[in-house]
């Protein structure tokens, strides 16, 4: 299958952390916790349902009469605009956990939006459907016939179910995951208690569907995982491993779960992620990496 060039996934995975890694561990808790402080005061600004963006075309205030703009010269070449992002929160979380990152894609023209679903929704399915929605209502509105996602953890593997089950995959050029357990984990918070986390465990019956086979899967995977995500056990299960898959494997290092939305090199490395050339598109200047922090 193609691969970003400038982003190669990786032969294998490092074992889990060790004593060798007992500083960058206490490290990065003390993150942690300085983030999760950081979200529990901006979550309540989170929990009204984000406004529909707007297209270019709409961006003025509600009543301007300015006459429309001047039709550019023959010989000028408009370039499409980039795709919208669709932004997509994990357990119990909300748009409010993208504030770092929506700021980076708006800096280099990207219009990111934001969908919040709720606590209560008990199936990663019925959270997929409701993303499909969303996503055509979208592209109905914005003329673009696909977008991107980013996921962070619970909202990756939405994410990937509406792609790889639902037939998202001619919607969604790019699927961007953060710390999402693809393969699922052995660590979730009240699990047996909540359905949709249960569903995050192996041998869900949502992750055992995501093994099977995806054939002619037209969208690509970029996923980052962390040795130092304490939730994602172990941390391979981060990482995108199906063999019909065009998925790419990013390690990140230094930080943890929490971090992985809110941290700038992240964000910045998705934001490359996403402008990165598709298959067959002149990627002659991209260059390699395997780690994004």
Known sequence: M???????SLPRLPRPPGPRLSSALLGATALELFVLAGRLA??????APERGGTTPAEAGPPGTTDPPAPAPAPATTVLPAAPPV???????????????????????GRRPESLNYSPLTRDVRTAAGLLGRHVEEICA??????????????GG???????????????????????????????????????????MRGGSSVIEELRGPAPGCRTRFVSFWSELDQVMVPVGTACVDHPDLDAVNVRVTGIGHL???????????????LEAPEAGEDDATATGTTSAA
């Open 2 to 8: 193609a691969r970003l060039a400038h982003l190669p």
């Open 42 to 47: 901006v979550y309540p600004f989170g929990l």
């Open 86 to 108: 669709v932004l997509l929160h994990g357990f119990i979380d909300n748009r409010s956990a993208f504030v770092v990152l929506r700021r980076t894609l708006a800096r280099h």
């Open 141 to 154: 509105r914005t003329g673009h016939s696909r977008v991107d996602i980013v996921g962070h953890s619970l």
């Open 157 to 199: 593997l939405i994410a990937r179910y509406y792609v790889q089950r639902l037939g998202g995959d001619r919607r969604v050029r790019t699927l961007v995951t953060l710390g999402t357990p693809h393969g699922g984990t052995a660590v979730a918070p009240g699990a047996g208690v909540h359905p949709i986390v249960r569903q």
């Open 259 to 273: 971090a992985l939305p809110v941290h700038p090199t992240v964000a910045a490395a998705v934001r490359e992620a």
